[in-house]
């Protein structure tokens, strides 16, 4: 199987938007030489290129792609680290809903969270519940049946057990949100996509095909 790369669109952009900032501020330093005194526009317009280097940076240091399919499973790429997904370790991906509306993320549903636990390394952990933390408060919320036990859910143990490893620390924690968001929304494992809602299912239905075909040829 050929690998299959989507690309990010936090990536695109990046050099063209760098050195346009930095050919402007170029200009306006040059400009500023010839100035007497220095207007609250010209200040202005520096600043905004400065903030337009810093984002142009930003998207070059972004991963070109944040997702690959190939032989071994689903390859999430992100600026701090990746994970793998065995295609043996979940059972499908879908667009996972709150309040019967879609998000914008595609997710998976896990058969063995250990081959994620053990892998996943720990500052990307921690990244990624810090960026999907408003998910997590809200599917929190919503399964709430009273409105009142919120505090408790998001109050986790120092430790968690799978079938056959117990994990402390942030492999924990980012366990127990795994299981809450499962409670919540039926999937564990998200990515955040800024595709359009038919583009992202039929992402998931690609996903979900190629995982069946890898089985099946690795089960025959």
Request: hydrophobic residues 45%.
């Amino acid at each position: 199987m050929q690998p299959v790369q989507i690309q990010s669109s936090a990536s695109k952009g990046g050099a063209k938007l760098l050195l346009f900032s930095a050919g402007a501020m170029l200009l306006l330093s040059i400009i500023g030489i010839g100035l007497e005194q220095l207007s609250w526009w010209y200040l202005l317009l520096i600043v905004a290129c400065v903030l337009g280097v810093f984002a142009g940076w930003a998207k070059l240091a972004e991963p070109k792609y944040f997702l690959q399919l190939d032989d071994e499973g689903v390859r999430f790429y992100h600026r701090l680290g990746s994970w793998l997904l065995p295609w043996q370790s979940f059972l499908y991906s879908g667009v996972p809903q709150l309040n019967q509306i879609n998000m914008a993320f595609i997710a998976f549903k896990l058969t063995d969270y250990d081959v994620l636990l053990q892998h996943i390394p720990r500052r990307l952990a921690v990244k990624l519940m810090t960026e999907q933390r408003p998910l997590y408060i809200e599917a929190v919320r919503l399964g709430c049946a009273t409105g009142q036990c919120a505090t408790e859910l998001l109050s986790e143990k120092d430790y968690f057990d799978t079938a056959t490893q117990r994990y402390h620390g942030i492999a924990a924690a980012f366990a127990w949100r795994m299981q809450r968001l499962a409670e919540a929304t039926g999937f564990e494992v998200f990515v955040p996509v800024s595709l359009g809602d038919a583009e992202t299912q039929q992402l998931c239905r690609q996903i979900n095909q190629y995982r069946l075909q890898l089985i099946r040829n690795t089960v025959t």
